[in-house]
Nanobody, 120 residues
Framework: QVQLVESGGGLAQAGGSLRLSCAAS????????TGWFRQAPGKEREFVAA????????NYADSVKGRFTISRDNAKNTVYLQMNSLKPEDTAVYYC?????????????WGQGTQVTVSS
């Protein structure tokens, strides 16, 4: 079983930066693809970014390419999402997700989410 706990959300101004962290429990975490999704009020959950188990491959939604960077430190069982050049439309609850099943549609395991609010 894997548990995921997000942190690092908060309030930022447009053009600013935030870094989200996802701390995982469970020895198998380092073997899983892990990623981030987000859900804005009144909208469906959407894929943001994913990273392969060894960090060798990454995938981003078009809306965040060039602004967000996903990375991981398996020694610390942690995945990060560096968010730069934030826009008001990035406002959402951000969820860490991962597992043996991990695609742009969903994943085995989910965190509780962390709120990101970007003011204009």
């Amino acid at each position: 079983q894997v548990q995921l706990v997000e942190s690092g959300g908060g309030l930022a101004q447009a053009g600013g930066s935030l870094r989200l962290s996802c701390a995982a429990s469970g020895r198998t975490f380092s073997s899983y693809t892990t990623g981030w999704f987000r859900q804005a009020p009144g909208k469906e959950r959407e894929f943001v970014a994913a990273i392969s188990w060894n960090g060798g491959s990454t995938n981003y939604a078009d809306s965040v390419k060039g602004r967000f960077t996903i990375s991981r430190d398996n020694a610390k069982n942690t995945v990060y999402l560096q968010m730069n050049s934030l826009k008001p439309e990035d406002t959402a609850v951000y969820y860490c997700a991962g597992g043996r099943y991990m695609t742009t549609a969903g994943a085995d395991y989910w965190g509780q989410g962390t709120q990101v609010t970007v003011s204009s």
